[in-house]
């Protein structure tokens, strides 16, 4: 074969100084598209290092990388002395196909096959998590289910990491327990104990990425395709997509004044596998479950061999009375699943949370997060045990379960002021949010949307439901934002309300 | 009803000072166990707090903070003044129910009913993954998938994270973008696009928990229960698990000194909808997948639309020659979903790598993760950012290539001294672990479990199979051990492998 002049091959060929990609490899991935796309034939023979190196003007040690490379990825063939040549063996089919193709023709990957688990879960779900992480600019009035993010102690917690960092053995490095740093699940099951009168060793502790995975691990050992689960009815939509990810079958029931009804539960699918509950302040109604409904839904659970997922997330915050005990606590059979997180507490970045498990299920849930994920990070973990055992946690809960009863009624009270007729907010016993109903017959997405444009965020009530919602309302969030904030935010919220 | 004397009510009750737990703590279990115990009936009154106060001898705070909280609950009834009562709306069936059973009544929580798809992922993958997480007290000698620990810069790491928890802002303690941290999906696009060829813009890149959550995200929005995935054989254990996870059904497809032979995955399972390969350096038999198979691999996923999975989890080590470029550098289809990790070049319980996903699937995959465990946590992802803004992680990967070169030598070369005839162990271009062959006939397992009785770690090849394996043999990392670790590791493995 001719030896071709290093002219034709410069062809296409553009070395640019300035950008960040060193030289020899734009010439390696120059040279590469060229026999990829056939400019450069199988068999043909390549010029000289030097000539190269000449008409290129750049050093021959940059051409001798370049060739290196390409010979080491099969692309070239040669001895030492008797030329270069492009390779042989390179599959003649492909090369016309890896001719870079107009974007046109890349259509078949615009949208692509997903799994009918995935389909199910975004299409019901992701549009509200996904609120969440969007919008950093607007304010933080009324911003759901995060805490007051500028008053955690910041400096402190860099403190303890840098202590921490300062000690740090090798083995602390390596691979950890799926199920989280013994310690820390030894702090988080004594506070549970205190705080919560959750019963349960620390063996029992598992320490998750937060709720959204505890509810995930617990749905993908438990749930097959088709398994019936009982959901609150309005109820968490994070919760559901968790579980619509498992292919569960969401079976609305009803919640009232007293919380999740299993009596409705047992007429609508007494087999069903697990139930989702928010038994200390209901999300999103606020309803604390009464005991008779606490034990009818524990007597089911054990009837029926079901399990019940307690989502314990903003129980910290009582303000009218002390904190009710956890469902688990009465839970003598082993069936609750019991799940909080750091996230409302601390700090949603942290995603840290953990999960109390029935015996009979440690382990299980234990391997499906070594599947999923390995384990939580551990220097976090490490900071976390510290924190809480200086008693900074406990601290930090005191002073903002205070904060946020103030600025309950801060919200409250500008609302009664503003809001009257267009909104009806009644005040909550605990937690991070209330519920204002709207007058009947507003849509209350509409709302939601008049009021973003009034740069307020306001959850429509109606996104809770699996099925047609009772009433119209908004979720308020009102632990995130400052109290000139709250009154700017029932501002915006009136104007909005009062558009529509 | 007659009010009892406390004395009655005090059966049971026993109250110790010596606890963690608070007095009113134990005082409201012991009331409440004997009211779902039915020691105190409905309608029954209880003794006033003052009475029971000196009968335990506590102060009447005590008793009246465990009235109180039993009032809140629903257990007690009263009037200020007129007296308490236990509750008469307990559902009299559960109030049998929760007298405490006997242990071996729990029978029915042994063995739970768990879902299908976890049945299968552990049982073919866990006590593998499991053994990372365990015998933290063996040697290191010779573990594998874990670097060289105690040459981790902590303190280094430790400044950083010092420097920005000074400074860290109010929306950095919020939820953040399930994709990860833009600086970061910045730095790796730009790290990878210079190191390993891989091209695309940071948009493309997600920041996930590690390559196995990288894997279980894939696998969860590609594959529906049933549908076959081309698996290397042997091949990564990990993979297995994730993608078992999702229902798979994994076609062992044979690794050849050239790599994995689509030629042969296309007669057995044509129609698959995704292909698990590790080209730059195969787990665990350390080939390099050719350029001809590179090529017909991505024609066959253009052809039948399917994806392929690119795990590039060690490919910063490499001795004899630079490294290879990505599969995904030469895809023009957009049908490779790369995914790398920092475990292997960081520290694995850091819990961050990355995918680079085609464009179509970077919002299923941002939203798959989101409802997940909605994002990696914040801190650690901007450390890592100024971790590679400022130089160290390429500086830190350059003394680690040299050093795992040297481990390597020094493996090879006391394995000539001492395992002649007994485990035959060629070099390798890369990585951080060798693979050697034991004489035909051995049984590798047990050959692991000798080698574990003598403080020495050592995979049985044949873990790595789906189907019979072909020859027997042991995967030995050496990067996590010292010198002194390998030389006394061999020595052991000698001993052990004369034994069986």
Redesign the interface.
Known sequence: MPKRAAGAILTGLSLDRTQ???LH?QL??GLRDAI?SQRLMPGERLPSTRTLAEELGVSRRTVV?AF??LY????LDGRIGAGTYV?Q???D??LI?????PPLF?A???????????LA??AH??PV??Q???D?EQGRAFLL??PA??E?P??L???I??R???G?A?????????AGHLPLREAVA?YL??AR?VRCRAEQVLI???A??AI?LIA??????GDSVWMEEPGYF?AK??LL??GALLVPVPVDGEGLDSAQGRRLAPNA?LAFVTPSHQMPLGVTM???RR??L??WA?DS?A?IIEDDYDSEYRYA??P??ALQS?D????VIYTGTFSKVL??????GYIVA????VD?LT??R???????????QLILTEFMREGHFERHIRRMRALYQERQSMLLEAARRELAGVLDIAPADGGMHLVGYLPLGTDDRQAALEAKRQGVRAQALSYNYLEAPERSGLVLGYA?ASPAEIIEGVRGLATALRRI
Do not use: C
């Not at 078949?108 to 995935?118: D, G, N, W």
């Not at 003598?332 to 069936?335: G, K, N, P, Q, S």
């Not at 029935?358 to 299920?361: D, N, R, T, V, Y």
């Open positions: 960040g990609t060193p490899r390696y991935d990829l990388d290196l490379q080491a990825e099969g692309y390779a063996t390179l599959p089919d492909f196909a890896a001719t870079p193709s890349a078949s990957s615009a949208s692509p096959q997903l799994s009918q688990r995935f879960q975004r779900t992701d998590l996904a969440f992480q969007t950093k289910g995060t993010l500028d955690f910041n400096d917690w860099g403190k990491a840098t921490i960092g300062r740090t090798a083995h602390a490095n390596s691979y950890q327990h799926a004594s104990g205190a009168g998750v990425a937060g959204q995975q995930s993908h050992v438990l749930i097959d395709p994070g997509g968790a990810g498992a596998r009464s005991l008779p034990l009818a524990l007597e054990r061999n399990w009375s002390r009710l005990a009465l003598t059979h082993e069936r700090f949603p970045s942290l995603r840290l029935p015996s009979a299920l299980s391997a499906a070594r599947l999923m994920d390995s384990h939580s990070p551990l220097r976090d995130a």
